[in-house]
């Protein structure tokens, strides 16, 4: 079990499938996809941070942001910038296009967490969830010679240091409808997120 914990939002991505439109800075509802993970993170994570390739774009949150130390364009570039300026040992990834992000999750991951995990990963219909995801600072040394090497993905760290799962059964009893892991890349993407929404604002409605 982890106690404290920084947070980090992924903001580097080309958004070239949302017809150049930044995906951070779509609303949903009265907030922004960052504003609304900000206050997400904010309200389990001890510090937050933003990493993003044009910090210039990001300063009126009033959080830290940070400059991608690498110019190889990946989600892993990122990883490695957030650990790189972590105030502490573990930080909690997630990209600015999961809006719907739940705090439960992020407590559940800490919990599952022991001292000497390095990754505390969900597994959803067999396949690592990355982005949404614990990390130690342990992994930024495989990062840099991964980076160094040209080699792109998050997962490639996995095989180099001690990773703890949580499977599928576990995520939904803190997140039923795994909210937590639908991103937007295109506007047909956000058209049926704004929709689901709508759809359960109707249905709670006494």
């Given at each position: 079990?982890?106690?404290?914990?920084?947070?980090?939002?992924?903001?580097?991505?080309?958004?070239?499938?949302?017809?150049?439109?930044?995906?951070?800075?779509?609303?949903?509802?009265?907030?922004?996809?960052?504003?609304?993970?900000?206050?997400?993170?904010?309200?389990?994570?001890?510090?937050?941070?933003i990493i993003a390739r044009h910090v210039e774009d990001h300063y009126s949150l009033s959080l830290p942001v940070h400059?991608?130390?690498?110019?190889?364009?990946?989600?892993?570039?990122?990883?490695?910038?957030?650990?790189?300026?972590?105030?502490?040992?573990?930080?909690?990834?997630?990209?600015?296009?999961?809006?719907?992000?739940?705090?439960?999750?992020?407590?559940?991951?800490?919990?599952?967490?022991?001292?000497?995990?390095?990754?505390?990963?969900?597994?959803?219909?067999?396949?690592?969830?990355?982005?949404?995801?614990?990390?130690?600072?342990?992994?930024?040394?495989?990062?840099?010679?991964?980076?160094?090497?040209?080699?792109?993905?998050?997962?490639?760290?996995?095989?180099?240091?001690?990773?703890?799962?949580?499977?599928?059964?576990?995520?939904?009893?803190?997140?039923?409808?795994?909210?937590?892991?639908?991103?937007?890349?295109?506007?047909?993407?956000?058209?049926g997120m704004l929709q689901k929404t709508a759809n359960r604002e109707t249905n709670h409605k006494p």
């Amino acid at each position: 079990m982890l106690s404290h914990i920084s947070g980090a939002i992924l903001c580097g991505g080309l958004n070239t499938r949302m017809n150049g439109q930044a995906k951070c800075n779509i609303r949903l509802g009265r907030r922004t996809f960052l504003q609304r993970l900000a206050k997400t993170l904010g309200s389990v994570c001890a510090e937050v941070s933003i990493i993003a390739r044009h910090v210039e774009d990001h300063y009126s949150l009033s959080l830290p942001v940070h400059s991608d130390i690498f110019s190889l364009r990946c989600s892993l570039t990122g990883l490695h910038t957030a650990l790189s300026y972590s105030l502490h040992h573990h930080v909690f990834i997630t990209a600015c296009d999961t809006p719907l992000l739940v705090p439960g999750l992020i407590r559940l991951l800490m919990d599952k967490a022991s001292p000497g995990d390095d990754v505390v990963v969900p597994v959803l219909n067999g396949y690592f969830e990355p982005l949404c995801a614990l990390y130690s600072r342990n992994c930024l040394p495989v990062a840099t010679k991964l980076l160094q090497n040209g080699q792109p993905k998050i997962s490639a760290i996995y095989s180099q240091v001690r990773v703890c799962t949580v499977p599928e059964d576990e995520i939904r009893t803190v997140d039923p409808n795994l909210d937590s892991f639908i991103n937007v890349n295109t506007p047909e993407d956000l058209g049926g997120m704004l929709q689901k929404t709508a759809n359960r604002e109707t249905n709670h409605k006494p």
